[in-house]
């Protein structure tokens, strides 16, 4: 029985972020009746599409997900047990924001049965946070960490580094901070500039000036020694695990398995189709009343497109990609043999029989690397 992913998109955000472009979907009361049928409605599509699959994980992101009710989440779940064979160890995520509405609702989303939350600190300094755009404090952090380890027994957050004025003992500091505080799973992500964000509009204003090349890879290059000695290693290029406690959500995409994805805005990949629900809100819950989805696009991938794309996210991975099964699975050769060879003989690759994965160095150079190996 083939494995099977589901991501449950929940668009609406409470407040006004000027760093994402949910500022549409902010609502200050939602029918949570209407979203519910229609979230299963769509639901319901999918699973129809993808029968006697064994489901190893939900996830629910979005906007603000924790602030979906508890009985819409149960719903869900419950939904997706009627559809597929649960995996008996399922990983169940939530993502959520670390404010005291949203902390006080982890109880109950654990009783619905979520066993995994995700939490977005991104930062333990106030200044920091406010230059992040976000609402939350860094004391309302901490209590909704705390809030989410009395919830649930596996919890992650992120931390967003390499801003403006980093430097290598400051972020030592936090990363220390971050390495005691219990969890088994940490998201350490360095700022990127996006086009179309404040970020790109504050860089080219020249309100801000990005931290450089080089202390970024410095940084880059001290996350990975300190998290390792740790014993919470890389096991992707930004996500740190316990051996064990990694996101198998998040490795069902880098391994490129199938994921149904339901909920405005969401993306999924099933049966070598890339599927997409429309993004308004009010244009998904038309679009499921008359056609029994939310689907606004599905586009086939050639063999090309989808070995690239196996190649792309497997690389992401510490563990890499093994390119004959690949070529096997996509009927195609993946590598361009002599470029590996190259990049190899540089330190910046490795192989292992017919597995291949970046070093170190290898990790700041991804982009760089698949354009030179993908054949």
Known sequence: MTDLALYVHWPFCVSKCPYCDFNSHVRESIDQDEWREALLADLAHEAALLPNRHLTSIFFGGGTPSLMEPATAEAIIRAATDAWTLAGDIEITLEANPNSAEAARFADLAAAGVNR???????????????????????????????????????????????????????????????????????????????????????????????????SAALFEMTQQRTAAAGIPAYEISNHARPGAESRHNLTYWRYGDYAGIGPGAHGRRLGMRTVRHKKPENFVRAVARNGSGLVEEERLTAEEAAHEALVMGLRLAEGVDTAALARRFGRRIIDERAAAMLESHGLLRREGDRICTTESGRLLLDSILAEIAA
Do not use: C, M, N
Request: hydrophobic share 40%; glycine share 8%; net charge negative.
């Open 117 to 215: 939350i995700s939490l977005g600190l991104q930062s333990f300094d106030d200044d920091k946070l406010a230059f992040l755009g976000r609402a939350h404090s860094a004391d309302e952090g901490q209590l909704a960490l705390a809030a989410a380890q009395a919830a649930v027994s596996r919890v992650s957050f992120d931390l967003i580094y390499a801003l403006p004025g980093d430097d290598e003992p400051g972020w030592a500091r936090d990363l220390d901070r971050a390495l005691s505080l219990g969890t088994e799973h940490l998201s350490l992500y360095q700022l990127t500039i996006e086009p179309g964000t404040r970020f790109a509009s504050d860089v080219a204003k020249h309100r801000f000036e990005p931290l450089d090349a080089d202390r």
